[in-house]
């Protein structure tokens, strides 16, 4: 393989290298704001969503403080009771 072939092949393997560094770079974003709204909604501190950036057992540490940390439950509010606008038919008579 002559130099020109290897500087070509080295100019496409950095090109890929960017394009795949790029691609985790937004993966590891778009996990942390998921994991930053789940920790909101939890009642817990938002930045716990960065330890998802630890390497290796930042997933599992953020995991289990959302399984074993206490969520706060607000109770649904009830919907007003709207009537029907028309009466149920008439069951058939025999």
Known sequence: MDPQQQQHLAGIAAGFMGIFFLFGIAIAAFAVFLF??????AGLSGPLALLVLVPGVGWIIALCILAFSEWPVTPIPSAPYYPPVYPPPAPPTL
């Not at 930053?36 to 909604?41: A, D, G, L, V």
């Open 36 to 41: 930053w709204r789940i920790f909101t909604k």
